[in-house]
């Protein structure tokens, strides 16, 4: 890691703690420790913003709950914790629930082995000495520090040290390892470990009795008070790459558990009796008596295994071809090497050919070519989505077709494991609600305030789906919540959802299941709902760290003093014209404070004004859209949302409402409300954006400086019109102007008169055009007219005419006077 990119992310993060805090949302700085021992009972430290009120830790998985929640001050809480003895050895995406809703999203290791916390050392640089077991080690690198600790062994015994830092998910912290022998030599060093995520890791057999000495330190010297880490150190195995990486479920596979390096152990072979489903399978590498600290990607499919058969170096060489659906494995093992495989294909057949190796932690990056029975390329691909690739291809004809793989770098090794599946493509559909960028978790929870309504955005990815619209549907939502229907067009990928919180509903909050479907003539398909949330990222859009839950967190919050209404407009937005909606504030008795309005997503063509605000003690606003001549016709759904600042509000101590404990006395009236920032919506409204109604044409516009023009514009009505139509004339150029016209909707042309100044600017002027403005079913509307004509503008008595009023341009005005 370089120092820019440490100090580009605390930047990030500071960015990051700020939108929150402004948006009222509760923020978690930090969890310490950020890994806790399987089969007990722990406290969590954890800092941030907005956790006054924290009422529990909402775990997206199994296996851990929370006992209670100890309040030490405004920005710090004391969680206690229980975690099952079957505990998965994973990270643990949570949020807190508090009184505004839920945090931002974080997560908590759980390691197998006993947990300790590094104690403060006499001096940098001094040891700390571990006893003689497995156990993990808990602890923070400062700024220039490097943390030291010994182990004493006898010759012959292995030792594994591996570290949690990247995965932790918590902070930038690019970590360096080594090992010391007793005579201060450099045993086992590593820095970056592909399988491990930028963490590293290290294991060798002792070859003299005597202390070693672990050395942990970020790459830079870099760190702060919140670069925490943890330490696995003992005799456990290393964990490390499997191959083959997959296997089918219910099975038997024979697997060897390889070596990330040559400091490590040697392969270990082992024979896997998969489950029968994929739910809460881990795999770990090693003997079964020592597993590794940490699991291993593995594969499990519903059909069959094909390894690698040496010699496969060319097309077609060792003759095995293999029905599909299968998955294909092996290992480029030296530089230069290339793999192939067969397979049988026919007409019609929608395949994905897909690799994995980056995924699963392998060093390879692979670069896979497919070619027909006569050897030749069909088809190529480097990425996908990842640094692996993948090809989709529909099988032209029936036959044998084959595929090559390589290093794209030509490296190779003993762990550049890959695996290739090939299988039918079939539709998918997945939902997730939009980010507004990537290093904020802002929207990604939704808390729905007592009584009133909130807006969220849910989109949706369609894979290989017959066109067709897209329901989406929310179940296990807080009681007394609900939401709109949720429909997104074919040729759309998000809608809007308006969630609804009854007056009594219960301040408390569900983790709930979003889940898209789509029917059409032929497919009818179910979805399922992800959000992931970046973790570690820095500014240049890499990504070291994730979480990916299945679930949305929404709450119920305390009740705001204000509701917002959208004006359902009777009339159509023309395409080019205007719509003017009212906008209404319905405020509770003592909330006078200016209250900002925004109308987030137009159609594609239109624009309206980034915010209207309605300030104190006023209660209505009209917002403009304006839409432009090539806008796409139809129907729209949008939506206004308001937002007050705390600088606005007074607060009230709500009592304990939703805790099932006795409600606190309410304070004086003045006090009402306890709030920080908060957006609630309108309802959602039907825009209908049409043709204009209206149609006209100028004749040429064309005057002298000095000159007053007339102009008629004859009209052609095409549907329902003001009664009263207010015409001007737009894009004039400086000093040209023409007084307002007054018309009824009977009218058949309109007429003004054009004042061009002696000093008006000459030449040619694009973009006049007539807008016709009045009231349609009580909506402020306009049409525009014949758009973007041209007008020219002359020195006097250099503006000629044909006798049919045709402009003459000036090589035309001469070869008439010489006519004449």
């Not at 089969?39 to 009422?55: H, M, N, P, W, Y």
């Not at 400062?142 to 182990?151: I, L, P, S, W």
């Amino acid at each position: 890691m370089r120092l820019p990119q440490f100090y580009s992310f605390c930047l990030c993060s500071w960015l990051t703690f700020s939108s929150l805090a402004i948006s009222g949302q509760p923020l978690i700085e930090t969890v310490s420790p950020q890994l806790v021992e399987r089969g007990q009972a722990t406290s969590l430290e954890i800092v941030g913003a907005g956790l006054k009120d924290c009422r529990d830790i909402v775990f997206y998985s199994d296996g851990i709950r929370c006992l209670r929640i100890e309040p030490k001050d405004d920005y710090t809480i004391v969680a206690h914790i229980s975690v099952a003895k079957n505990c998965q050895l994973t990270a643990h995406p949570f949020r807190l629930l508090c009184a505004d809703g839920f945090s931002d999203l974080r997560t908590i290791k759980v390691s197998r082995f006993p947990v300790m916390a590094e104690t403060e050392r006499a001096a940098v640089g001094s040891s700390i000495r571990l006893p003689n077991h497995n156990l993990t080690v808990t602890g923070v690198l400062q700024e220039g520090d490097y943390d030291r600790y010994d182990v004493h062994l006898e010759r012959g015994r292995r030792l594994t040290v591996e570290v949690d830092a990247m995965r932790l998910g918590g902070q930038m912290l690019d970590t360096v390892l080594s090992v010391n022998d007793p005579q201060g030599n450099v045993v086992a060093h590593s820095d970056d470990n592909s399988l491990l995520h930028q963490d590293p890791t290290v294991s060798f057999v002792a070859q003299s009795d005597g202390d070693y000495r672990i050395e942990v330190r970020e790459t830079n010297y870099g760190g702060g008070p919140n670069s925490l880490y943890a330490l696995h150190v003992g005799d456990f195995s290393p964990t490390s790459l499997v191959y083959p990486a997959g296997g089918p479920l219910g099975t038997s596979v024979a697997v060897k558990f390889l070596s990330p390096s040559d400091q490590l152990a040697p392969p270990i072979s082992h024979i896997l009796d998969l489950p029968k489903t994929a739910t809460g399978f881990q795999l770990f590498s090693g003997a079964e008596d020592s597993p590794s600290a940490s699991s291993i990607p593995f594969r499990l499919s519903t059909f069959p295994n094909a390894l690698e058969l040496e010699p496969n170096d060319g097309l077609g060489i060792n003759g095995r071809i293999f029905e599909i659906p299968i998955a294909f494995n092996g290992i480029i093992e030296k530089h230069g090497d290339t793999d192939h495989f067969s397979f049988r294909a026919y007409k019609g057949e929608h395949l994905a050919i897909e690799v994995f190796a980056d995924r699963i932690g392998s060093p390879a990056d692979t670069y896979l070519k497919l070619y027909d029975s006569a050897g030749r390329l069909l088809a190529q691909n480097d990425d996908w989505g990842s640094q692996d690739s993948r090809i989709e291809f529909s099988v032209p004809v029936d036959g044998d077709y084959s595929l090559s793989i390589i290093d794209k770098l030509q490296r190779g090794g003993a762990n550049s494991v890959y695996r290739i599946e090939i299988q039918p493509i079939v539709p998918r559909l997945r939902a997730f609600i939009p980010r507004p960028d990537r290093l904020s978790q802002r929207s990604q929870a939704v808390a729905v305030p007592q009584g009133n309504r909130v807006m969220a955005r849910v989109g949706v990815v369609r894979e290989h789906l017959e066109p067709g619209v897209v329901q989406v549907r929310f179940e296990g939502l807080p009681s007394g919540v609900h939401a709109s229907p949720v429909f997104v067009s074919e040729n759309e990928f998000w809608a809007l959802a308006i969630l609804q919180a009854d007056a009594d509903a219960e301040i408390a909050g569900t983790l709930s299941q979003v889940i898209p479907s789509c029917q059409t003539e032929t497919t009818e398909v179910e979805g399922e709902f992800e959000q992931v949330v970046d973790l570690i990222a820095d500014s240049a859009d890499r990504l070291y760290q994730s979480a990916h839950v299945d679930r949305l967190a929404v709450a119920v919050s305390p009740p705001v003093p204000f509701h917002i209404e959208l004006q359902q407009p009777q009339a159509a937005l023309a395409a080019g014209g205007t719509i003017d909606l009212r906008l209404a504030v319905h405020r509770e008795e003592g909330f006078t404070g200016p209250v900002r309005i925004e109308v987030p997503y137009l159609p594609d063509g239109c624009f309206g004004e980034p915010t209207v605000v309605i300030d104190q003690n006023q209660s209505e606003a009209s917002y403009r859209i304006t839409a432009s001549p090539q806008t796409q016709l139809g129907d729209f759904k949008i939506v206004a949302t308001g937002m007050i600042s705390l600088a606005d509000t007074r607060s009230r101590t709500m009592g304990n409402q939703g805790r099932g404990e006795a409600e606190s006395e309410p304070q004086e009236k003045e006090n009402w409300f306890q709030l920080k920032d908060r957006e609630v919506a309108s309802q959602t409204i039907d825009l209908r954006i049409g043709p204009s109604p209206l149609a006209g044409s100028f004749a040429e516009l064309a005057a002298e400086q000095g000159q007053m023009l007339p102009l008629e514009i004859q009209l052609q009505s095409r549907g329902a019109l003001p009664p009263r139509l207010t015409c001007r004339l737009e894009g004039l150029p400086n000093r040209v102007v023409a007084e307002p016209v007054e018309i009824d909707s009977t009218a058949s042309t309109v007429n003004f008169q054009l004042n061009v100044s002696n000093d008006a600017p000459l030449g040619t002027f694009a973009g006049v055009e007539c807008r016709m403005s009045g009231e349609l079913d009580s909506t402020p509307v306009s049409f525009v007219v014949s758009a973007f004509e041209p007008l020219m503008i002359t020195e006097p008595g250099q503006l000629h005419r044909a006798a049919d009023g045709r402009i003459l341009s000036p090589l035309e005005a001469l070869r008439d006077q010489n006519a004449k």
